[in-house]
């Protein structure tokens, strides 16, 4: 057996001195996250350097932020003097992450307790809608990946109707055809209406919808942040129900307005829901 230098630690000492367990410097051991800095070859002791201590207590602190461990490997491999600008940046989006889920717990908890104040304010309209033809992108997602399947699919389908010869007649709009969750993918389908002749290539299918009205709202882009935009669905329900009968048509977002232009307050889309009027 290697003797140690007399300068190391024992994993027992170490671990009393960064207050970390054994069972957590073997895993970070494991993971390539705080290699020991010496194993015996004979009988697989770990021994670790006193230098070793401000990164093993760096890294409990910040599993005790929740920080995921590849996120620590991230700021473990970047410079020093950039570690701070990360670690702020994983706070940051934690706590948009706490305020999404504080106002959702708001919602559920008003819904339950049969609450009717909504916390924003919509002004419900209505229209009639003809029979339309629509190239529409299907696709079952979670919620996750919505933000990397919708405006990519908007952009394909929006490109490709007048480069095969047809028309787009209205804004692209996305119809969810399920709850779109962390656990349940939709699925989600986005939709442009055309006039002309098209054929369907690739992924891109070609329906008709039926003419139908709708009652809707104009939703700010900060408004479509989740769950806010939760109450715009609710909105547009509540009045659909009221006035008449909802049909076979589902709920959906148009997007007539430009969405990179848009200020937080400024009309980013709507939300409508189609129903037959009393």
């Known amino acids: 057996m290697t003797r140690p230098p007399a300068t190391l630690m024992t994993i027992g000492a170490f671990a009393h001195a960064t207050r970390l367990s054994l069972k957590a410097l073997r895993l970070y051991d494991d993971l390539g996250l705080l290699p020991p800095a010496q194993v015996d070859a004979q009988t697989g002791y770990r021994h670790y350097s006193p230098t070793q201590l401000e990164i093993a207590r760096l890294i409990g602190l910040l599993r005790q932020l ?11 491999d970047a410079p020093s003097g950039t570690r701070p600008t990360l670690i702020r940046g994983y ?12 106002a959702l717990a708001r919602y559920v908890l008003s819904t339950l307790e049969g609450a009717t104040t909504m916390t ?11 029979t339309r033809q629509l190239a529409t992108i299907q696709k079952r997602v979670y919620q996750p990946e919505l933000g990397g399947f919708l405006p990519p699919s908007i952009m394909r389908l929006i490109e490709s109707i007048p480069a095969h010869g047809a028309t787009i007649t209205g804004p692209p709009f996305v119809i969810y055809h399920g709850a779109v969750t962390a656990d349940s993918d939709g699925p989600v389908e986005v ?15 070609l329906r008709e919808e039926t003419a139908h009205h709708e009652a809707y709202v104009t939703v700010t882009k900060e408004q479509f942040e989740f769950p806010t935009i939760l109450e715009a669905f609710d909105a547009t329900a509540t009045y659909a129900d009221a006035h008449g009968t909802r049909g076979p048509l589902i709920c959906r977002e148009i997007y007539p307005y430009d969405w990179d ?6 009309p980013a889309g709507e939300v409508a829901w189609p129903y037959t009027p009393t």
Do not use: K, N
């Open 191 to 205: 939709c442009v209406p055309y006039t002309g002749t098209l054929t369907p290539t690739g992924d891109i299918t």
């Open 66 to 76: 929740d920080m995921p461990l590849t996120t620590i490997r991230s700021v473990l």
């Open 91 to 102: 706070w940051d989006s934690t706590e948009q992450q706490h305020d999404r889920s504080r």
């Open 120 to 130: 924003q304010t919509f002004t419900v309209q209505t229209r009639d809608l003809p």
């Open 261 to 266: 232009q848009a200020g937080p307050d400024d």
